[in-house]
């Protein structure tokens, strides 16, 4: 049972639900119109022992290398936060309902990640991914093949070929908006 209150967004003010039915995730804790959080926990997720309360930043996505052992895949897509106010980097898994588009945005170097904070994430693991996993993140966030995405990211001049490995026109239409 979700025992955590509907809120509404610190950064975009949109009001947003956190019933598991449409999140699908237990610890609801960033908006899914805008990504940007609040920094609730501090030990774990979902203990909302934070003192902080400041908005969380978006700066990139990564990969949560999972330690169950029959997990299959190569991990699980997590958006990275950077607290506004104490600095704290946290990652945060990905929900049924957050947009797409905003999560490739994420890709690339870190926005607004200095050197300090880089650091800082590769001392704890925390590899951002970069705009060569472009194709696969893209693939995973709209459910569609990889081999599609990467098709319809690069772009193609083969319809036949593209109808085969899946790559259809709302793929089309998502990954070339985001070249």
Known sequence: MNTEPDFRCLHCRQYVITDPAYSGVQNRNHCP???WSKHLDLYKAGDRLAACK???KPVGLTVKQR???YAAGHGELMVVHLCTGCEKVSINR???DDRADLLVELLGDGRGVGEETRAILEASGIRLLGSRETAR????V???A????R???AGSNDPAHDHAVGVDERTMHFCTGYR
């Not at 993140?137 to 995973?140: D, E, G, L």
């Not at 990889?146 to 995405?149: D, M, S």
């Open 33 to 35: 119109f805008c990504l």
């Open 54 to 56: 400041a908005k969380m």
């Open 67 to 69: 330690q169950k052992r």
């Open 94 to 96: 990905i929900a049924a």
């Open 137 to 140: 993140t893209a693939a995973h």
């Open 142 to 144: 709209c459910g569609v």
């Open 146 to 149: 990889e081999e599609a995405a």
């Open 151 to 153: 098709i319809a990211w």
